[in-house]
């Protein structure tokens, strides 16, 4: 096994996000790994049999993106001491949009990262059942070893 030197670890900033970003912080502190916060936007199109949007949707999503990057650069810089601490000395946050396990697998390829590491939950009730386990499609997919935290344990 390659040596680890960039992790992958998406979040969706939920209160169980705080989980998933400790035991990232901690093994890209332990590896002296830089860190990839990544947050998926889903586009409306996923949507796009169930109902009719009566409001402009290139609009409505343009404004969503705009707002999860603020929340990113907002996320990281509440959390840049926990990060510091844990040994992280290089962290950066991308807003991708699309398909969630595909962006995170699109994303991880395209910056050749090592690990990924991300909760196994996260979708809920019906959208999980319509749309998948983004962590199953990850694990089965990736290129490189995928780390599951559940975040429901300690």
């Known amino acids: 096994m390659q040596s680890i030197k960039s ?3 998406p979040i969706d900033f939920s209160d169980n996000a705080e989980k998933i970003i400790k035991a990232a912080a ?3 502190g ?3 790994a830089e860190l990839h916060l990544v947050f998926v936007a889903q586009t409306f ?3 796009s ?3 009719v949007p009566p ?3 290139p ?3 343009e404004e969503l993106f705009a707002s999860a990057q603020q929340q990113m650069e907002t996320y990281i810089e509440e959390n840049r001491a926990g990060l510091l601490e844990a040994g992280v000395q290089h962290v950066t946050g991308k807003v991708l949009s699309g398909d969630i396990a595909e962006e995170i697998l699109k994303y991880a390829a395209k910056k050749k990262v090592q690990l990924i590491i991300m909760g196994t939950h996260g979708y809920k009730g019906l959208e999980r059942i319509m749309f998948g386990s983004v962590a199953e499609k990850v694990v089965k997919s990736a290129s490189c070893p995928v780390m599951t935290v559940n975040p429901y344990r300690e």
């Open 7 to 9: 992790i992958l670890t």
């Open 26 to 28: 901690y093994m890209a």
């Open 30 to 32: 332990t590896f002296k």
């Open 45 to 47: 199109e996923d949507y």
């Open 49 to 51: 049999g169930f109902f």
């Open 55 to 57: 409001i402009n949707l």
């Open 59 to 61: 609009n409505l999503e």
